[in-house]
């Protein structure tokens, strides 16, 4: 897989400019995917600074590893998903980092790779694993999950209107015969949707899905907490989300990190006094231009916020 298969980094000038606050620490890419934002990481920081980069889809870090090579004695890959960053540290004896980004979701080229199952714009495998040493696949949930569960999933994670509908044929269906192709999930949306609304709500089914796998909202709060207790002071957290409940979660966990008292909500009762750990940077989150969507339409839907440890 060919660098050249990611697309360009999102936002890239703001990643840099809130990421970057000294250039002989350790940063880390929690989200390697192409190696886009860690080249132009790496050509900003010193010969002294190091970058640790993961990724839990193996073609990224093969992608991102030559992509990298000439950097190659300032950088540590690995394959992992971001969550297990504690024990990542750990293991490469780093114990505070001056900078850690998250540029969240499925990369360009994951969507584009036909046989890993995350687009429903062609006929394959129901796989959608980040990690494909993970057993759980999209057609595990699809064809084991219970009714509730997978209504439940649709949801919660695709804010899919049609959720009990499409959970009671998805049941309905793999009685005759199991869920193989994701062209059997869309043919399933498509008769709840409608044509009208028939690309948004195969969107939703399949960004559910794929949440679910790779359980990525339970990843990313991990990934939250265990990254603000591991900055340096003035070490920054840059976080680019693509839909509202990453969105959501970021804000949040920056907000409660950031609060210096716990209201009460009663006029008598005192608010609890906390010790803020983070300062957050960006009061709005940052969108790309309409010039950067023109060029890059991957970048549409992206928000960033900062924030920098106290
Ligand atoms: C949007 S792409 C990143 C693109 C990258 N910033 C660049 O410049 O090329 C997201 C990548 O993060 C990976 N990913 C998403 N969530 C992850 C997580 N929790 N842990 C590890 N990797 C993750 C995906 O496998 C994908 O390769």
């Not at 298969?5 to 250039?23: D, G, K, Q, W």
């Not at 620490?25 to 886009?36: E, F, H, S």
């Not at 803020?276 to 969507?293: F, G, M, N, W």
Request: proline content about 4%; glycine content about 6%.
């Amino acid at each position: 897989m060919e660098a050249s298969s990611y697309h360009t980094p999102v936002l890239l000038n703001e990643v840099l400019a809130y990421l970057i606050t000294r250039t002989d620490g350790v940063y880390v890419d929690g989200t390697l995917g192409g190696g886009g934002h860690a080249e132009a990481v790496l050509n900003r920081i010193g010969p002294d600074a190091r970058l640790i980069g993961i990724d839990a889809d193996e073609d990224a870090i093969l992608s991102a590893g030559r992509r990298l090579a000439p950097f190659s004695s300032r950088v540590t890959l690995i394959q992992s998903y971001a969550s297990e960053l504690n024990a990542i540290l750990e293991r490469t004896g780093v114990s505070s980092v001056s900078g850690i980004l998250l540029d969240l979701g499925v990369s360009s080229h994951q969507f584009d790779a036909i046989e890993r199952g995350f687009s429903f714009r062609a006929d394959e495998r129901l796989d959608m694993r980040m990690d494909r040493r993970q057993e759980l696949s999209a057609a595990t949930v699809l064809n084991t999950y219970d009714e509730a569960q997978l209504a439940q999933i649709l949801w919660e994670y695709g804010e899919e209107k049609h959720s009990r509908r499409l959970a009671k044929l998805i049941v309905q269906r793999r009685l005759q015969r199991p869920l193989g192709t994701t062209g059997d999930l869309a043919a399933l949306v498509e008769q709840v949707a409608g044509p009208k609304h028939r690309i948004k709500s195969l969107a939703r089914v399949f960004q559910a899905i794929r949440i679910e796998v790779n359980d990525e909202l339970s990843r990313l709060k991990r990934v939250l907490a265990d990254g603000i207790a591991v900055l340096a002071p003035g070490g920054r957290l840059v976080v680019i989300a693509y839909h509202s409940l990453e969105d959501r979660i970021v804000k949040e966990t920056f907000r409660s990190a950031s609060a210096s008292r716990v209201r009460s909500g009663h006029p008598l009762l005192p608010d609890t006094p906390l010790t803020p750990t983070l300062r957050v940077l960006t009061t709005k989150p940052v969108e790309p231009s309409e010039t950067e969507i023109e060029s890059n339409p991957r970048a549409r839907s992206a928000k960033l916020r900062a924030a920098e440890r106290i």
